[in-house]
Every structure is written in C-alpha cells, then in structure tokens.
C-alpha cells in the first residue's frame, strides 16, 4: 500500500484541530461571547433604571421562592429542633421579596447602600494592606485602588437617594462591558503570549 504525499481533504480539515485552544473554548465562540456582553453592557448602559429594576425583581422572586420554600419545610417539623428558627428565616425572606417586587425603589436604595458600604470598607482594608506593603513594588497601586474605592463608596453612601433609581445598573452595564471586552479580546488572540 502506497502512501500518499499530499493530505487528504478530511486531514486537512482536521489539521487546526490539534492547535491549542484557551481552557479548551474556541477563540471564535469566546469572540461571539464577548460581543453578546458588549451588546448587553452597551443596552444595559443606555437603559440603567430598566436593569436596576428587573435587578429589584429577580432578587424579590428569588426571595419568595426561597421563603417559601423554607416556610413550607419548616411547617411539618412544628415541634423538630430549630423547626420555628427556620420558620421565621422563611416567612423574613418571603416578606423580604415580596417588597423588594412591591417597592423596588425602597429596595434599589438599600442595595445601593449596601453597594456603598462594601465599596468604603474594600477601599479602607486596601489602603491598609498597601500602607502594609510599602516595601513590595506596586503597593502604590493598591494605596491608589483603596483610596478610589473608599471616595466612590463615600460618594454612593451620601448620595443613596440621587443614585439609587440607576447605580446597580450603571455596575451591572460596567461588568458586562469588561467581561465583554476581555472575552473578545482573548478570542482575537491578542492576548496571546509571545513566544
């Protein structure tokens, strides 16, 4: 049997499928990928208020579902031990959504809050761990990262009830836009290590 010197059609169509691909994912369905979460991001952008509100309503039929089915577990073990604790962990949750659905303007201003708290208190670790590795380079970059953060978390905190109706959105949009951007690009193979 004679051996051939060129590839066959089903070789050559093959001959990129050994060539090695990020985490195993095809660089042009992360590119797809990415281009979906800049669309989105860029939507997200556009209409904040709109993504703040359907945020408010999938976190309120989360809690209802999850009260619910707490309540509900909780109701045939009446006189098991931790039976009421569970009881009440659901009914809290239950009524818990049911204003985040009823309220969503009440429950943007209490997420927006708690966005602002965590914001100040990742800002204040950070500039203490950068103050912490002064002898390490790049501390200046974490002093620099914790001191932004610690201003914008301020700046969230004393402006809850101006920024709450379109804030989540505005983080929803930003978090969309970078994944987008860094899916696309290391689909593009720019972020190719060079050899």
Request: glycine share 14%; charged share 10%; proline share 4%.
């Amino acid at each position: 049997m004679a051996l051939s010197m060129t590839a066959t059609d089903s070789e050559s169509r093959n001959a990129g499928a050994d060539e090695p691909q990020p985490w195993g994912v095809d660089p042009g369905d992360l590119s797809r990928v990415g281009v979906m979460f800049l669309i989105a991001g860029a939507v997200a952008l556009i209409v904040p208020g709109f993504v703040t509100l359907a945020l408010e309503w999938l976190l309120g039929a989360a809690l209802v579902a999850a009260g619910g089915f707490a309540t509900l577990h909780a109701l045939p073990l009446r006189r098991g031990r931790g039976a009421g604790w569970y009881l009440v962990l659901g009914l809290v949750s239950l009524v818990a959504g049911v204003l985040f659905i009823v309220s969503p303007l009440t429950g943007a201003m209490t997420l927006t809050f708690l966005v602002g708290a965590l914001f100040a208190a990742s800002g204040l670790v950070k500039i203490v761990f950068g103050l912490a590795m002064r002898r390490l380079n790049g501390w200046d970059w974490t002093l620099g990262s914790g001191a932004l953060a610690l201003v914008v978390g301020l700046l969230i905190l004393f402006l809850v009830p101006v920024v709450s109706p379109w804030l989540l959105g505005v983080l929803v949009a930003v978090e969309l836009l970078l994944n987008g951007a860094w899916m696309l690009r290391l689909g593009r193979g720019d972020a190719r290590a060079e050899s």
